[in-house]
């Protein structure tokens, strides 16, 4: 970007956004582009130009100043847009919903098929500030006590959101239980539906007791799983396999290696992103930049590898500012762990605003996170790094990340989101308060749009309070 004057990090409102973006040249508009497409593919668009197509809640929203930033905004916000336009120019559109990071791999191993996340939509009546899909999925039958998720069905119902998906693949078993229910009534409304099983993952105590030690195996992360568990996931992802074969025609076991070398680069980068911005003095990227930077882990925002590309421009961009000691939050931020990521991206501007900063995440997405081993089968290999998943396991842990850190005097805080209605919520949150209670813990329940009032900016005020 040919800069005209000196950038000093922090974060801006849309209007000031919007000034900026007027100075960069339009060569390097032209630049960036999806699908590699030169007539219709640029996504670099004035922030203003979201809210004008109903993006409301960019109005009120604070961004990373930075134009690694802005690309990555326009980008994720052009979502929609690429899904229809990968259908234009005959691309098969694949639903993956409910396993969060892993079929996705499979998907991007078949040519020009595109895997997108129907569940993602949840932002969308929040940065809408609308509560037209929440109330179209209560006319459908999905009462206001059901997780955000239950968009999803008025998605599908109103088929402007995404194209009709070439295939749609479910997960189930040790999945959210709500979403499950969302998926099983999407497919009651007549879309044809391929499920998954996802085996649960025992408890350490149990799997010490009772197998032997030679049916027992362990991730890179140090969890004890049943190796049946593993085999289990082999076959699924195998039917799988053979789902997209018969749409595409093409079996080529050797561009799965190829994306699992592509996404260990993706999530390699992320983590180290992560990294940087938990420990250094200044935090250099917002918190709510940092949880789109994580979700888009789990399939690129429907075009893999300029994502992959965006990722490795923000990486140089915080390593830069990390180097030279700048960054956008205070350095007496308190640092704390978020639990189960906010439905309402305003939260995220909001705890800052209160003097937190975030350095640890559980995301319900740790099996996006984990690196795929290489030097194995390599279905095998996605198997294995799925056992890593959130939600298959027990809450402990689920938590034992943010639990050592705890430990460690690294966290200071601990704040969780839940849905209303969302089941592993409700069963969850009393066990990590209690798990992490060496530390404040908050849980907000996080309301509907309009719903943020001033009880619940007074219960965060207080919890920073209690902190200090």
């Known amino acids: 970007m040919k800069k005209t004057r000196k950038i000093i990090p922090k974060k801006i409102d849309l209007n000031a ?14 630049k960036y582009k999806y699908y590699n497409n030169e007539e219709w593919g640029i996504y670099l668009s004035p922030p ?66 595109i895997p997108f996340y129907p569940e ?64 099983q009534n999407v497919e009651d409304m007549g879309y044809e539906v391929m499920w998954m099983e996802i085996p649960y993952r025992r408890t350490l105590e149990f799997l010490l007791n ?30 799988i396999w053979q789902a997209l074969f018969k749409l595409t025609g093409v079996n080529n076991p050797h561009r799965l290696v190829e994306i699992i070398r592509k996404v260990n680069r993706l999530r390699n980068l992320v983590e180290e992103i992560k990294r940087m911005n938990a420990e250094a003095e200044i935090t250099p990227l917002p918190a709510l930049e940092m949880m789109t930077i994580e979700f888009g882990n789990l399939y690129g925002y429907a075009d893999f590898d300029e994502w992959v590309d965006i990722v490795q421009a923000i990486y140089d961009m915080v390593k830069d500012r990390v180097k030279k000691g700048v960054g956008i939050l205070k350095k007496d931020a308190i640092p704390i762990a978020w639990v189960t990521p906010s439905a309402d991206p305003y939260l995220l501007n909001l705890v800052e605003d209160f003097g937190c900063r975030v350095v640890e995440t559980e995301y319900v997405i740790n099996q996006g996170m984990v690196q795929i081993e290489e030097n194995i089968e ?26 050592e850190k705890i430990a460690k005097k690294i966290i200071k805080g601990v704040l969780i989101t839940n849905m209303l209605g969302a089941s592993h919520c409700a069963m969850e949150t009393r066990l990590i308060e209690r798990l992490l209670s060496d530390v404040p813990v908050l849980s907000i329940d996080v309301p509907a749009p309009f719903g943020i009032n001033q009880q619940i900016k007074t219960r965060i005020e207080a919890f920073v309070e209690t902190i200090k």
């Open 378 to 403: 390599p279905i095998h290999a996605l198997a294995r790094s799925f056992i890593n998943a959130s939600l298959i396991g027990s809450t402990e842990e689920r938590v034992r990340s943010i639990k």
């Open 120 to 183: 993602c939509l949840w932002w969308t009546p929040f940065f809408k500030e609308s509560t037209e899909l929440l109330d179209t999925a209560s006319k459908l039958g999905l009462p206001e006590a059901t997780c955000f998720s239950r968009v999803v069905v008025s998605a599908f119902y109103k088929k402007s959101y995404f194209p009709k998906p070439d295939l749609i693949i479910a997960s189930t078993g040790a999945s959210c239980d709500d979403y499950s229910c969302v998926m």
């Open 210 to 239: 009772k197998p032997k030690p030679q049916d027992l195996g362990k991730t890179g992360q140090g969890l004890i799983y049943l190796k049946n568990l593993e085999d289990y996931l082999v076959k699924e992802y195998q039917r």
């Open 17 to 30: 956004w919007s000034r900026q973006f007027e100075d960069i040249p339009i060569e390097v508009i032209k």
């Open 48 to 113: 203003a130009t979201f809210m004008v197509y109903g993006a409301r809640e960019l109005k009120r929203l604070k961004f990373d100043n930075s134009f690694e930033a802005l690309r990555m905004w326009g980008f994720v916000f052009n979502e929609t847009e690429r899904l229809f336009r990968a259908r234009q120019i005959n691309k098969k559109i694949i639903a993956t919903m409910g396993d969060l990071g892993t079929i996705p791999v499979l998907v991007l191993s078949f040519p020009d098929c």
